[in-house]
Structures are given as C-alpha cells and as structure tokens.
C-alpha cells in the first residue's frame, strides 16, 4: 500500500504562483512514477505532469512552459511548481503514484487539493 499527503493548494490570482507537495509513505519501493492529475467541476480528470523515478517528465500541453514537476527521492515527495497560473488552471489537484508489485499495476491517489485562479 501507497498513501499520499498534498499540501500546497490555495486560491491565486491570475499571474501568480502555487507549489504542491505530495508525500508519500508506505510500499514506496514499489512506485515506478508519480504525477499531478486535476478535475474541473463537469469536466473528467486529466493528466497535468507526472515524472518516473529516473526523473523522466512528461506535461500536458496546456501547462507546458508554466508548469515544472519535480521529486525529492530522499523525503518520498513529488512537487508541482505552477507559475503564471490562468483562470482555466481551477480544478482539484489530486496526486498519482502507478505501483508495480508482484506482476500488477495500481494507482494510488491522494485526497485531492482546491487550486483556485481568479480575481
């Protein structure tokens, strides 16, 4: 078993900055890569940055150049630096770890934190 903390959310102005901590703890030897998803109010969850353990990253479209994911390997925690942060960046962030263990895949998620952009 992975659990994931978040931290980090919060309401912003557009323009402004925002960074996420996710922690994890647990069966974390068996975690191949970990990542931010986010959920809008009608909308599914999407895939926002996820990075491996050999620190490879990956960026949705609409966040790349403004958004930087990164890993702590010595506190078990992924991060997500959110800059020039937009109105269509609110949505619920949730952290993603993808295990591997005893020939299966499972994902693990966090609670979800509120990222507000707005005036």
């Known amino acids: 078993q992975v659990q994931l903390v978040e931290s980090g959310g919060g309401l912003v102005q557009p323009g402004g900055s925002l960074r996420l901590s996710c922690a994890a703890s647990?069966?974390?030897?068996?975690?191949?890569?970990m990542g931010w998803y986010r959920q809008a109010p009608g909308k599914q969850r999407e895939l926002v940055a996820d990075i491996t353990m050999s620190g490879t990253t990956n960026y949705a479209d609409s966040v790349k150049g403004r958004f930087t994911i990164s890993r702590d390997g010595a506190k078990n925690t992924v991060y997500l630096q959110m800059n020039k942060l937009k109105p269509e960046d609110t949505a619920v962030y949730y952290c993603?770890?993808?295990?591997?263990?005893?020939?299966?895949?499972?994902?693990?998620w966090g609670q979800g934190t509120q990222v507000t952009v707005s005036s």
């Open positions: 647990g069966s974390i030897f068996s975690i191949n890569a």
């Open positions: 993603n770890a993808e295990s591997y263990t005893l020939g299966a895949y499972k994902d693990y």
